[in-house]
């Protein structure tokens, strides 16, 4: 499974931004895809996840201000981030299982995208 991730980029506080990941390669009827993202010097930290029956699940730190969506069709999940914090800045990875996992974590994905910079400007 390769995972194509796009989107990112600078934008200024209270601003918004998309990013996209696209599965490719063997998938798989059930499984669980998500964003995480790592700032510097700091873990990666799980940000949004939906699986294959459209079950979501946020950070606190997101809730209200970013929507994850999936188009199964596509094995394909976007991010929508809008009202941006400084504080949001950092390098933001996809990432998928194969299967349905109750929450994301590090050392539970399958499979990672390359990561994407998102720079919020205060």
């Known amino acids: 499974v390769q995972l194509q991730a796009s989107g990112g980029g600078l934008v200024q506080a209270g601003g918004s931004l998309r990013l996209s990941c696209e599965a490719s390669?063997?998938?798989?009827?059930?499984?669980?895809m998500g964003w995480f993202r790592q700032a510097p010097g700091k873990e990666r930290e799980l940000v949004a996840q939906?699986?294959?029956?459209?079950?979501?699940k946020y950070a606190d730190f997101v809730k209200g201000r970013f929507t994850i969506s999936a188009d199964s069709g596509k094995k394909a999940a976007a991010l929508q981030m809008n009202s941006l914090k400084p504080e949001d800045t950092a390098v933001y990875y996809c990432?998928?299982?194969?299967?349905?996992?109750?929450?994301?974590?590090?050392?539970?994905?399958?499979?990672w995208g390359q990561g994407t910079q998102v720079t919020v400007s205060s």
């Open positions: 390669g063997r998938t798989f009827s059930r499984y669980t």
């Open positions: 939906i699986n294959s029956g459209g079950y979501t």
């Open positions: 990432a998928s299982t194969e299967g349905v996992r109750v929450t994301l974590t590090r050392q539970n994905v399958d499979y």
